[in-house]
C-alpha cells in the first residue's frame, strides 16, 4: 500500500476527511500504530529491523558520531583498518581500561593498581600502545563511537561499519502525499513496515481515531486482533535459505 492509499483507506475507515481528520493527527496516530506493530514484528524476529550503516575512516580520527537510536542497538562493528580487511571489533568498557604489567602487583596493592589506572589515558601514543590491531576494540561514549586499536586511523572510503537494530522512522504529513510503497525504505539509517502490516496498522490506527473520539467501533475495528493473527502470520513464514536441512543416516536395514 502506499502513503497516499494509505490515508484514503484510514479515512475511509472512519468516515472522515482531510478537514475531520487532519494530516497531521491522522501521522500522530499512524506513528502509534507503527511502533505498537513493529513492536510485535520484533518479537517475531528480533532481525528483521537490521540496518547498515557505513562511513569513512578518517586519518588519526577515532571518535565517530552516528544518530543515537543507531548506538542504542549496536550489534556489531566492522573496520577495514589495513584498508583493505576487514575487521571484527570488541566492545570495551572504558571504565575497565587498565595498562598492561609484565609483572602484575598483588591484588591488594592499592599503589599499584592506581598507578596502572591513572596512567591508562586516551591520547595518541597510549591508546596505540595498549590496544592491537588484532583485536581492536570500540566504546559507545554519548552519541559517538570510539574506536581502540593497534595502529593510528588511516584513510578509508567506506571503512567503517555498524550492524543494528532500529525502528522504522516516524512517518511525516508530507508522506501522506506519496505514491510510494510504505515497504519501501526511505533513508539508509532506517527500515520500513513489511507490506503484510499495512492494513493491520490502517485498523489500527482507524481504532484510535474512533477511541479518541468517542466513536464506536465498527466491525473491522473489531477484528484488529484477527488481522494481527493474520499478519503474523505471513511474516512467520520461513526463509528456505536459512532453513537448516537435517541429514538422516541412509537405512541400508542392517540395523533393523
Known amino acids: 500500500m502506499n ?11 472512519t468516515g472522515t476527511d482531510s478537514t475531520s481528520f487532519t494530516n497531521e493527527d491522522l501521522v500522530l496516530l499512524t506513528n502509534i500504530a507503527k511502533d505498537d506493530i513493529a513492536e510485535v514484528i520484533v518479537q517475531l524476529n528480533e532481525n528483521f529491523f537490521n540496518v547498515t550503516s557505513t ?17 542504542r542497538s549496536v550489534k556489531t562493528i566492522e573496520a577495514q583498518l589495513d584498508g583493505t580487511n576487514w575487521r571484527r571489533l570488541k566492545e570495551f568498557d572504558l571504565n575497565s581500561y587498565t595498562l598492561t604489567q609484565e609483572n602484575p602487583p598483588k591484588p591488594y596493592n592499592n599503589r599499584n593498581a592506581d598507578g596502572a589506572k591513572s ?3 586516551t591520547d595518541e601514543t597510549t591508546i596505540t600502545e595498549q590496544f592491537s590491531d588484532d583485536t581492536p576494540m570500540y566504546e559507545i561514549d554519548d552519541r559517538a563511537l570510539v574506536l581502540y586499536t593497534g595502529s593510528t586511523i588511516i584513510d578509508v572510503t567506506g571503512g567503517l ?11 511525516i504529513t508530507a508522506d501522506l502525499s506519496s505514491t510510494t510503497d510504505m515497504s519501501v525504505r526511505q ?7 513489511p507490506r503484510p502490516s499495512h492494513l493491520t496498522m490502517a485498523i489500527r490506527t482507524s481504532i484510535l481515531f474512533k477511541q479518541s473520539n468517542n466513536i464506536p467501533l465498527e466491525d473491522l475495528d473489531k477484528f484488529y486482533e484477527v488481522e494481527l493473527e493474520k499478519m503474523k502470520a505471513k511474516l512467520k513464514k520461513p526463509n528456505l535459505d536459512s532453513v537448516v536441512q537435517p541429514k ?6 542392517y540395523n533393523y
Open 3 to 13: 502513503y497516499l492509499n494509505y490515508a484514503s483507506f484510514v479515512r475511509k475507515l
Open 55 to 71: 562511513t569513512d575512516l578518517v586519518a588519526a580520527q577515532r571518535e565517530y558520531p552516528f544518530p543515537n537510536d543507531l548506538l
Open 119 to 121: 596512567q591508562a589515558t
Open 161 to 171: 561499519k555498524l550492524k543494528c537494530m532500529t525502528y522504522p522512522r516516524n512517518y
Open 187 to 193: 533513508v539508509d539509517t532506517s527500515t520500513y513496515m
Open 248 to 253: 538422516v543416516p541412509r537405512q541400508l536395514g
